[in-house]
């Protein structure tokens, strides 16, 4: 619907009671920050749960009113008419705990203490954000869910709804997403942490209270994880070895010479102004320790044995961040439990980056499944 | 040869001419560190020049008299009864101008100002270590050499001898190596060159002055390089999710908590402690810039029809830095030219480390080659 627009706004809801933390500790009078589009139906059949990657939000799709540029991050993909109809569906976003886009993150006051959090903010989990996403759907009246989705890390939790509460979900819908980290993932996260946790103006975390940012970590962090969304094809075919100024060569180590630098930098930048060094850390953690299998001995078919969503599980061709062989492992456990699964593995060129990338048959796939497969389930809910 | 050690000793050699560099720039009164094994016959066909790739030196074989764990960086190819047999061969290892082993590089005086070089060292190529290592052969009388030989970015100065000197060189072996460095290769040093010229301690390159050492920047430089030598495989089986220690999780997000974060932030805390800050952005410089194609319009066969060496490639296949792709551009515009070629890529899980490993069937190659192409030439020179 070429200049229609969804206009949106975010809400927040605060949670006074204790959430129980995997590591332990806990955490009260929270706020998570949430937006929904669409309507929920009078049996309260049709909410789908959006839950999201490293750097997103709770601003999924649509628009903020007054605001150029502001459609949410999977715009593409949900919102009148688009794969995942809000016509239809219920849609909700929610930015995590620990995040910094609303949600109780970091930056904000421990009510215990009436000091920041800073560094003294709990680990959080994907087990973690999962519990507290089933807190939002209580308060929202949802009993069960049409379906929860995510990509990456979004994906994982996805996933771990399954498993923590399978009753209340009826598909999941798991988008370049690995059922853990491998060595290498955790590696390319370890370094983003030292290059933050190293920056002079972290200050072991509270930076808040000595009016700094660790913008050098921060960047770093961002150029990293950037080079790990793309695919080396994609890097070729965008920037290849193209100079950024003419076709001399200045013979300088400081200055950017080449393209790709100057993207790099300018995204390193860019991140720098707008997301919470704390955060990060947080989150790359959070990545780091989800592994269902791991309470099962490393047996992932096992460990997925508790879930009875049905699942679509999408992975691309060029991810090498989480390659196909991932979703292969996450399908395997499934048909070893003899679930029902739809699997598409889009060849596409964009890396891991695909999964938030407008593709004909990515959206295909997601819109064929969405009106067959999770709208059958609804009806007769 | 068990319980046989071949010792060595650096020796150096001040040139006091300038040399013209690739940048405009020239260089005057420079030291090179070089070492020599092995001893050159009458006719001086038996010379063999290894080249060295980012963090290693002249030191390639042997060991230091009363130093333990001093074998040179490639001591298990180089050596009597070694692949490349010193026993037959004269073979040199040459420290790059610009690196920190003993040549001249940015921490050693500049003779125009009596200052410290630091920031202001020239940028170096490929092209100008190789117009310093023709320079050195000529000091040691050694016109022809019977081979040149480099992993990496070693066999870039190999490949680029063939095409400065084609006369002087009979063989090139060039091990793990590519024409030029993709997109994403260029994005993970200017990671590294970041995290080192964003580091407070760095001072815009004039840290000696200053009595610090830019070490958060060198440790994540060292980081982030060693990810890209090793492939997912071999992380994953040498550590793979295995925590540092015990079996219960510590929820920090700056503690260790897994053995792959140890293994690199003890690769880091150790490059930090010899590697100096500016030859590592120079050096990561030389190899962005080597392109031999690009005074051909990117046409690689019309580069590469200046040489006239015989080349033995060597790949590996989980080789992700320089993938054996790489290695079949360097073959196809060989044989384009019709060149005299051995090709050998080997199935190896250890990714780009692989070349400085010790590999039966690698090793089982080179020894052939020289036994028998090489040999072949040198007697007849």
Not at 77 to 103: A, E, Q, W
Request: aromatic share 12%; glycine share 8%; with cysteine.
């Amino acid at each position: 619907m070429p200049g229609f627009f969804m206009f949106v706004q975010p809400q927040y809801l605060q949670f006074d009671a204790p959430l129980a933390l995997q590591s332990g500790a806990s955490i009260r009078a929270y706020t998570l920050a949430y937006e929904t589009y669409g309507q929920l139906n009078a049996t309260k059949s049709n909410a789908v749960l959006i839950c999201h990657a490293l750097n997103a939000s709770h601003h999924v799709a649509g628009v903020y009113a007054g605001q150029a540029k502001s459609e949410g991050w999977w715009h593409t993909m949900i919102g009148p008419g688009k794969p995942v109809d809000t016509d239809t569906y219920f849609v909700i976003g929610v930015n995590n705990l620990g995040s910094c886009f609303g949600s109780t993150g970091p930056m904000h006051q421990n009510p215990d203490t009436s000091e920041v959090y800073g560094a003294s903010f709990p680990v959080v989990t994907v087990e973690d954000w999962v519990n507290a996403q089933a807190r939002l759907m209580d308060a929202l009246g949802i009993q069960t869910l049409a379906a929860v989705m995510g990509g990456s890390l979004g994906g994982m939790q996805a996933l771990s709804w399954t498993l923590q509460y399978p009753s209340r979900v009826r598909h999941a819908v798991v988008v370049a997403s690995a059922p853990n980290l491998t060595a290498e993932n955790i590696a390319f996260n370890e370094v983003a942490r030292r290059a933050i946790a190293t920056d002079p103006d972290f200050h072991g975390g509270n930076f808040y209270q000595h009016g700094t940012v660790p913008k050098r970590g921060l960047r770093i962090a961002r150029m990293v994880g950037h080079i790990t969304y793309l695919s080396d094809d994609v890097m070729n075919e965008k920037f290849g070895r193209e100079l950024r100024e003419g076709v001399d060569l200045k013979y300088s180590t400081q200055e950017v010479e080449f393209q790709i630098e100057s993207y790099l930098r300018h995204q390193g930048d860019k991140f720098a102004e707008y997301f919470d060094a704390n955060t990060y850390l947080l989150i790359t953690r959070a990545l780091d320790y989800f592994d269902p299998a791991r309470a099962f001995g490393g047996d992932l078919s096992k460990a997925l044995a508790r879930a009875t969503a049905k699942f679509l599980l999408v992975s691309f061709s060029t991810d090498w961040r989480f390659a196909p062989a991932r979703s292969h492992e996450i399908a395997k456990a499934l048909l070893d439990n003899h679930r029902e699964l739809s699997y598409a593995e889009i060849n596409a060129p964009h890396g891991h980056d695909a999964f938030l990338l407008e593709d004909a048959r990515y959206m295909g796939v997601v819109r064929s499944y969405f009106e067959s497969k999770v709208s059958a389930e609804m009806a007769t809910a």
